[in-house]
């Protein structure tokens, strides 16, 4: 197929041939297929009002789903650490206040049960890509899940990761690019867009970026969304605050609703011109 | 103390004066005192045979403990998984048999209580440093921990997930490094051996090196372990398999029972170099 | 003027204000306005018959300059180390008969004076981009100079190098990012886009993009390069080869002629996008 | 010879066999050879007095060559550049006031005839590592030269960079380790230590490591220079200054002469632990 190789042995991860792609639905949205899905939302869950507001400007600016942060995996036991059910149950509230499928973050084996029961797709973050007894997990479950890729992952380990999901009867896998540890100091880590179309040559799963972690400051997020998309990425995932300064995680890396408006605008331009939509 | 600054918000790991150290106990052993402690066995418990000879060997040229790993995570679902609880069991067989206590990986919260009817010490591998429901999990457990660095930590996000087992209320953590992912080819990781020393102005817990990991090639161990001891090291934890090339995981970075024996002549002369012993 | 902060002793590389940005001619061409400069060409100057096809059909396709080494450096003494002198003009024959300004580069303080003779920009190579007395040298020249980032650089030490030459009384610079070394494997280096809006905040130089070294496969450069334009790059530099296969360097990375024009066409449509144009 | 395979491309610099060792010899002092050479010296030389006092304490506590830098390369053209030509007189006059040959950068081909008649041994930075110009020349030259790693080269680059040297005709090649550019920020590089065992497999160049650049911080020099005689250094390059509170450049790696005196002791016994001397 192409001059870039990877492993024999990650076989359910691995494209076929050139039609070989996989589209994961969830609802009635699809990613994978044309249209490019954008998953926005606070990085955590932090009160009803809080949530409420951001659900509804996200969604009113044209966001597909609805991302929020209920278990938050923290550097130091001291940082708040998520609302944890009460969070699912706020993200529960803001999908049918606004018809957004939610996206929310697992973090042990005996949640996924209780994370299955609120959310809409299950979001393993970069601190957990290895854990397997929680691939494992995922993969018996019955919603699609989001992977991000662990920091200094390799493109073959992040695929062994989504094997054994894969392995474990779940197919809907969805990628996520969200920036490797690098020696940078100004960015909080590398957005490494040249994976999303190394990933279109050796998985037929589909590939999604986080431009907020990728780059950690509110005013990088913008252009490296354009960027995702303009490389081939099926969708975003993108952290949107209405109060950023006040936000108990990653204000800095946080849009505001406006900021985050304009920025579909331009977005839709940019998918069109390569062939895609919103 | 000195130039080197960390976190202020790291409380429980963060060293308080010079003379703010701890020495963890593992029945007569003591790591983080005057004598440096040597653990060694296989990578995987293979057999009841394999690991009876490896046991006996060690322990012969002098290990103080008992490595060997029962729950394995791997890249990939198809490789060796370990033995599981039949490993754990022939684990505390070779401890009866040799005296050595055993060190072996812990993967799950929900595992952990077997774990610790075998074993005498936890390992966090390097794949679950940021496992936090893990962490928290062996904060609450009544054995030591021997925490792994992950590939890409930083030496404050390493004491930040030490924090979680201290605030847990377990203060018996063993830091291990075992090398860090860089650009490097020929190795298999970059063993930074300057977070010995590093480590020794920061924290008070002991701290450990592992060759076999850290340099992926058995030419490579002795010298490393050498220069682990002369840079401050309180422990090594080596890989030693008697049929290395038969070795399910990681035989390439194995020692020979003979080379083994031969190091520990080594490392004893270089032990007494900088004022401490075997 | 945003919260990415560079070190104040980076005088005149820094940006004062939003509305400070440096546009740099060579000849018609203004690289840092409106349009999106596309430089393209061979890797190494091979053979007057290479260098023409190549130089027409990338004029053909849009291309506003031409690329291509008469000074090649090489990891190994053994390997091609360009035609030198030769190479130079054919480069200046290329140009009178395409009219396409040359880009080549320059690899020592005493060759700057015979390279000015038949180039329009002088390049700076990843290893010499800390090789000061030539950056001094360059700082002296009368054409511009394109900067390329050092395989490890930070931001801040590719702006002191750009300081050096700016120090030296030449104030046309142009940044070039070809991907930064990290522990990826399957690609050559790691592209770094978002050092493009980074750069947009903290200096006026104009930036340019090389998605060819900077992925190091064929296959990778059309969705960088559209990545790059959609990221805010000010213009590209892209190899091309019209017998890649047989390519005395970097055929791998190479487009074919059809690919390259293919891939104009993608340009002018992002480059629309964002509100610019090729 | 090992399993740690080279390019065969690589052909002066690659070992040929166990007994393919090269010992370099400046004047009486012998590098490669059972005894450890240290180097020791200020990062700059900065006056007639400064650099007499420091080499007369090197020297007293036994160091075998003094090191100082006249030409300095710097990230920004307003640091110090060094005493240039001036330094060169200041440091041949300390050889002969202590009998102890010099070693000293050389930074670009044009100076490498001056820096000639005043150095014993011809030191190419890390900058320069892949300065291709400047290796062809010192290769021509008479002394031996010194080749530090670039921040991230790779192990074949920095032999492909040796082999430059070798193919002029100049064998006297000694290499230095001297930290490579990593995520880690506590330290200024992460000194790759395994690069000693690594290097002794695959060449008969002599290895000596620079624990100064290496770590950034004084308190962790002597730790590793301990680490690097233990793992099979043949030498040492320290940076020593008597006021490092007012050092022109790198203050805070620079140990205090009675710093320096105290090592020595205990590079003394290192050395003898593992079959060597000082």
Known sequence: ???????????????????????????????GGEAIAVIAGPCSVESRKQLMDIAK??????????RGGAFKPRT?????????????RLLSEAREETGLPVVTEVVSPETVGLVEEYADVLQIGARNMQNYPLLRRVGEAGKPVLLKRALSATIEEWLGAAEYILAGGNGDVILCERGIRTFGKLTRFTLDLAAVPLLKEVTHLPVVVDPSHGTGHRQLVAPMARAAVASGADGLIVEVHNEPEKAKSDGAQSLRPEDFKA???ELGAVARSVGRRL
Chains 1, 2, 3, 4 share one sequence.
């Open 1 to 31: 197929l192409t001059g870039i190789e990877i492993s024999s042995r990650i076989k359910l991860a691995s494209k076929k041939d050139d039609l070989d792609t996989t589209i994961v639905r969830v609802g009635d949205i699809k990613i």
């Open 57 to 66: 400007a996200v969604k009113q600016a044209g966001a597909k789903m609805l």
């Open 76 to 88: 130091l036991p001291y940082s708040f650490q998520g609302l944890e059910e009460e969070g699912l």
């Open 263 to 265: 920025l579909m605008g």
